[in-house]
């Protein structure tokens, strides 16, 4: 892996076309100066672990194993600390043993995680009592904070961006091989939340089982390495151009290019227009690519897509994210994968059954309905059966804490609660407890 500044023309060829949703940087020079610091900088993940991921995608393609994709929507660098990534951890690792034992089947962890910090918005501007400033589009461009000083985009934060990511990643890593995750952990991340809540007690009832099946290996003399460690890969969404490309770099193995900001990266449904940067950018890539699949989608765009970002067919390397809403996804969805399948290509499928769901209740938060959610999932489900085809996995959006973002749940948050723990920047997310509400449902799914 080279560690010198990228000196690959081959990235820069998304630099001639169009490219939505990038920032206007107030300063062109100062922008190039962080850029050319920017690759200068150690990679935060190694070409190496994106092959491995992208073997381990390659399995959940051929309906071998289940994606678990979640976290923030948006994440924050005040929510850089201990207690906000253990928490999120620990919500991803009890739905992946809930998944794992209830499901009866291996689970990619993946989270949206360590880099997750820019966001395509749907205007470029907002306006408040009369009073017009840029939107807010992520922490690695500009402030939440509604005043013209916070909402200037500062290229400097591009390299908070990678210093906030790089603190993650590494606490994320010592969690999930230091013991932390260890499967002999199962009630110990549950302990804060077992009493109080009915999700956690169902969830203990399945970490005594899976006490009991480690207990009966370990009598009979075996005690797999498997679960002293997890393997968990970090992505997000390839958003400002920028900064991907400056943190590209090239395996001194193979000689391709890797984003070493993370290990896969998505492109959204508002950057994946055929012609334009971000899928430019993403085909000059060897890392896992997600692309997001709205219900616009035709089956000519999708088939394009895989013959520009994966014209070798190399399994694992692309997995379609699809984001229809509960309302559509049955009507929607069954085309794109009888066309792409009869088209002889492997892609990975995933539901994200966040963003097709999200409407604005009568106090102004943005919410969705936990509902809405599990029906979009079932959709999934239910298409994948009739097809013959493999229910991939999930892409959620979600916290470890306790928040009032999403209506509904076993622990069920009403529309009146939402005000008292609504943090998210963004969309809203799942709390802990409808994460492993979820996660149970989608066992259950996957077994029937
Ligand atoms: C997101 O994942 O936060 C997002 C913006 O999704 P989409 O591109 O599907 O709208
Ligand atoms: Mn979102």
């Known amino acids: 892996m080279t560690t010198h500044a990228n000196p690959d023309a081959l990235t820069n060829t998304w630099q001639d076309l169009p490219a939505a949703q990038q920032p206007e940087w107030p300063d062109a020079g100062a922008l190039r100066d962080v ?232 492109i959204g449904e508002r950057t994946r227009q055929l012609d334009h940067a971000h899928i430019e950018f993403a085909s000059r890539i060897s890392n896992p690519l997600g692309v997001k699949l709205g219900p616009t989608t035709t089956p000519e765009d999708a088939l394009t897509l895989i013959d520009r970002l994966d014209p070798e067919r190399i399994p694992g390397r692309l997995t379609f994210i699809t984001r229809m809403g509960a309302g559509k996804v049955r009507d929607r969805l069954p085309t794109l994968i009888e066309k792409v399948t009869a088209s002889g290509a492997q892609v990975a499928w995933i539901c994200d059954p966040m963003h097709g769901n999200t409407f604005e209740a009568a106090s102004g938060h943005k919410t969705r309905r936990f509902d809405d959610v599990l029906d979009e999932v079932k959709g999934f489900f239910e298409v994948h059966k009739q097809l013959g085809t493999h229910p991939g996995g999930i892409h959620v959006e979600l916290t470890g804490d306790d928040v009032t973002e999403c209506v509904g749940g076993g622990d069920e948050i009403f529309v009146d609660d939402l005000h008292q723990r609504y943090e998210t920047a963004c969309d809203p997310r799942l709390n802990r407890s409808q994460s492993l509400d979820l996660a149970f449902l989608v066992a259950e799914m996957y077994r029937d």
């Open 35 to 266: 850029v050319a610091e920017l690759e200068s900088y150690p990679p935060l993940v190694f070409a190496g672990e994106c092959d491995q991921l992208r073997d381990r995608l390659a399995a959940v393609a051929r309906g071998e194993s289940f994606l678990l994709q979640g976290g923030d929507c948006a994440e924050a660098f005040d929510g850089v600390s201990a207690d906000h990534i253990r928490n999120k951890l620990k919500t991803i690792l009890q739905m992946s043993a809930v998944l794992t034992y209830a499901g009866s089947v291996p689970v990619v962890k993946v989270g949206r995680i360590a880099g997750q910090y820019s966001k395509p918005r749907s205007k470029p501007t907002e306006t408040r009592d009369g009073v017009t400033l840029p939107v807010y589009r992520g922490d690695s461009v500009n402030g939440f904070d509604f005043t013209p000083e916070s909402r200037m985009p500062d290229p400097e934060r591009l390299k908070r961006m990678y210093h906030a990511s790089a603190a993650t990643l590494n606490l994320v890593r010592a969690f999930t091989t230091g013991g932390y995750a260890d499967l002999r952990q199962v009630h110990a991340w549950n302990q804060d939340f077992v009493k109080s809540s009915p999700s956690g007690q169902r969830y203990e009832q399945l970490a005594r089982e899976i006490d009991r099946a480690m207990n009966f290996m370990n009598a009979c003399g075996v005690d797999p390495e498997e679960f002293k460690t997890v393997e968990f890969f970090s992505s997000h969404e390839g958003l400002i151009l920028d900064y991907e490309s400056a943190l590209t770099r090239t395996d001194s193995r193979t000689g391709q290019l890797y984003d070493v900001s993370g290990h896969m990266i998505w």
